[in-house]
C-alpha cells in the first residue's frame, strides 16, 4: 500500500495568515494526488485534485503543487471558515489510501 | 449537483452485520460514475472502504477481506454497504461518496452517519 504522511499533524494559525500542508507519499503517484477538507457536521469537501487543480466552487486562496513522492496545499490568507482538518489522498495505486490529517486550529 | 445521503442503524451488535444505504440525486446511479464508501473511526483518520459501478463491478480495500461487500439498486437509485462479523474496530462514522469514470478523486460526499458496535 503507499503510504501517505501529512505534515504538521497540527498547526496553528491566524485568520489572515499563509498556511502550507506537506503530503508526502511513500511511493511515486504521479499526480494522482487530491486534498480535501473536513468540518464537523459537513459532508467533506473536495478542494484540489491532480495535485494541483481547483475544484470548481473552491476560493482561490487554496492551491496544490507537486509531482511524485512530495505535495503541497496552501492557503493564502486564511478565514475563519477555513479552521478544518485537511487531508490527502491518492488513487495511483489500490488501495485508495488518505493521509492522516492535519488539524488546522485558530491561534 | 449530486447529493448523497447516508442511512442505516446507528446500533449495531458485535458479530453481527452493519448495512448502509447511500440515497443518490441529481444523478442516475447507472450514470458514469463510481459509488463507494469511506469511513472515520472516532479520531482518527480516513480509511477507503471500497466502490462499485452500476453494472456491477467493485473494487475492494483488501484489509477488510471477505467482510465487506457493495450493491447497487437501480430501481431505488441507491447504493448499498454491507460488512459481516462486526468488532469495536467497526465503530467509525461511515461516508458514502461518488468519483467520475476514469477519475482518481471522490468529487461528492454524503454527511456520514456514526455506526457504533456495542452490545
Known amino acids: 500500500d503507499i503510504q501517505l504522511t501529512q505534515s504538521p499533524s497540527f498547526l496553528s494559525a491566524s485568520v489572515g495568515d499563509r498556511v502550507t500542508i506537506t503530503c508526502r507519499a511513500s511511493q511515486g503517484v504521479n499526480n494522482y494526488l487530491a486534498w480535501y477538507q473536513l468540518n464537523p457536521g459537513k459532508a467533506p469537501k473536495l478542494l484540489i485534485y491532480t495535485a494541483s487543480t481547483l475544484q470548481s466552487g473552491v476560493p482561490s486562496r487554496f492551491s496544490g503543487s507537486g509531482y511524485g513522492t512530495e505535495f503541497t496545499l496552501t492557503i493564502s490568507s486564511l478565514q475563519p471558515e477555513d479552521f478544518a482538518t485537511y487531508y490527502c489522498q491518492q488513487l495511483y495505486n489500490y488501495p485508495v489510501t488518505f493521509g492522516q490529517g492535519t488539524k488546522l486550529e485558530i491561534k | 449537483q449530486v447529493q448523497l445521503q447516508e442511512s442505516g442503524p446507528g446500533l449495531v451488535k458485535p458479530s453481527d452485520t452493519l448495512s448502509l444505504t447511500c440515497a443518490v440525486s441529481g444523478s442516475s446511479i447507472s450514470s458514469n460514475n463510481w459509488w463507494g464508501w469511506i469511513r472515520q473511526p472516532p479520531g482518527k483518520g480516513l480509511e477507503w472502504i471500497g466502490y462499485i459501478y452500476y453494472s456491477g463491478s467493485t473494487y475492494y480495500n483488501p484489509s477488510l477481506g471477505s467482510r465487506v461487500s457493495l450493491s447497487v439498486d437501480m430501481s431505488k437509485n441507491q447504493f448499498s454497504l454491507r460488512l459481516t462479523s462486526v468488532t469495536a474496530m467497526d465503530t467509525a462514522v461511515y461516508y458514502c461518496?461518488?468519483?467520475?469514470?476514469?477519475?482518481?478523486?471522490?468529487?461528492?460526499w454524503g454527511l456520514g452517519i456514526l455506526v457504533t458496535v456495542s452490545s
Open positions: 461518496a461518488s468519483k467520475r469514470d476514469r477519475e482518481r478523486y471522490f468529487d461528492y
